[in-house]
């Protein structure tokens, strides 16, 4: 466990959070929080993240959410092997790794665990990286610059080099600031990996493949060929 977090257990439910937070069970309580005029807004993705404001700090909370085949049928629930084999405690604690790495992610605030016999249910909350536009929103206002695309390339380059894999790389997990600063969030299932030459490469083609659905999807981009030259020139300079 890191040296900065604390573990609280109560009964079946876990909660890991920065030394010194005074969390409490309506931190993961959407519900709550809106009655308490915290709730700042709503994203939608595979799950719902829930824009929150928690001891004066922008926060995002995540319900974690099965996809694929098994959603259905489990919807929001995984199978128990141990709590620190948890979706929110693997993700809390490579997020407070990779900023050790001074990689450009959320602070992670929180995490919370129920258990339920066979099964468990998880959140997690993350610092709001402040004036951010995902790099789809981005590209469906404007173009981007090629120094801004090479900088995308070298951020995603500096991750690699520090053997993280990023299970879900695509253009809703890539932040871009009001100064063009990269960000990379969402590391539900991210890991550090053994180098090698291929999965950095499986990597880059996820997010090629991302640009190409979403832009031939009816939200077209602002994206071409030439653009994903520059990204790649920008990561082979790292």
């Not at 010194?20 to 993240?49: C, M, S, T, V, Y």
């Not at 404007?142 to 879900?168: C, E, M, Q, V, Y």
């Not at 550090?192 to 090629?208: E, M, V, Y």
Request: charged share 25%; aromatic share 10%; with cysteine.
């Amino acid at each position: 466990m890191s040296n900065n977090a604390t573990e609280i257990r109560q009964g079946n439910q876990y909660t890991l959070t920065e030394s010194g937070r005074n969390i409490n069970d309506d931190w993961f309580d959407p519900e709550k929080l809106r009655h308490k005029d915290l709730l700042q807004g709503e994203a939608q993705g595979r799950g719902n993240a829930w824009f929150v404001r928690l001891e004066n700090t922008d926060c995002v909370l995540r319900h974690y959410y099965r996809g694929g085949a098994m959603a259905k049928l489990l919807h929001d629930r995984y199978i128990w092997t141990g709590l620190a084999r948890t979706r929110a405690w693997q993700e809390w604690h490579l997020l407070a790794k990779l900023r050790e790495l001074n990689l450009a992610v959320p602070l992670p605030i929180a995490a919370k665990v129920q258990r339920e016999g066979l099964f468990y249910r998880a959140d997690l909350i993350t610092q709001q990286i402040p004036a951010t536009q995902t790099l789809a929103q981005r590209l469906a206002i404007a173009p981007l610059t090629a120094s801004l695309w090479r900088r995308i390339g070298k951020t995603i380059a500096n991750f690699h080099n520090k053997s993280l894999w990023h299970a879900d790389l695509n253009a809703r997990n890539i932040l871009i600031n009001h100064h063009d600063k990269v960000f990379l969030i969402d590391f539900d299932k991210a890991k550090i990996r053994l180098p090698n030459n291929k999965w950095p490469q499986d990597n880059l083609q996820r997010l090629s493949r991302s640009l190409h659905k979403i832009n031939n999807s009816g939200e077209p981009l602002h994206f071409d060929a030439d653009n994903w030259k520059q990204l790649v020139q920008g990561y082979e300079t790292v």
